[in-house]
């Protein structure tokens, strides 16, 4: 069983940058691949990026790519999603997710462990 708790949402305008942030308890943190994945009410729980055990690879959906890093700090057990030029439609429940698979499954019936959320409001 492993825990996941989201920080670092909140209200920011577009054009600027917030990290989130993800940690970790519960299982071996640093066997496991992790990720990120957003939701809008209505609508299908999608991937947004993940990153490897080991921190070496990553992975970004199309519509953050350029503007997302996630990064991961194995001895803190915390994962990050830096996100800039934020745009409304980035708007949405951003979901920290950890699952033994390598790479993380980029759809969300497939992924093993999921945090409460956090939520992230882009204003134009």
């Known amino acids: 069983q492993v825990q996941l708790i989201e920080s670092g949402g909140g209200l920011v305008q577009a054009g600027g940058s917030l990290r989130l942030s993800c940690a970790a308890s519960?299982?071996?943190?640093?066997?496991?691949?992790a990720g990120w994945f957003r939701q809008v009410p209505g609508r299908e729980r999608e991937f947004v990026s993940s990153i490897d055990w080991s921190g070496n690879r990553t992975y970004y959906d199309q519509s953050v790519k350029g503007r997302a890093t996630i990064s991961r700090d194995n001895a803190k057990n915390m994962v990050y999603l830096q996100m800039t030029a934020l745009k409304p439609e980035d708007t949405a429940v951003y979901f920290c997710?950890?699952?033994?698979?390598?790479?993380?499954?980029?759809?969300?019936?497939?992924?093993?462990?999921w945090g409460q959320g956090t939520q992230v409001t882009v204003s134009s």
């Open positions: 997710a950890m699952d033994p698979f390598d790479p993380l499954p980029d759809d969300s019936d497939y992924v093993d462990s």
């Open positions: 519960g299982r071996t943190f640093s066997s496991d691949s």
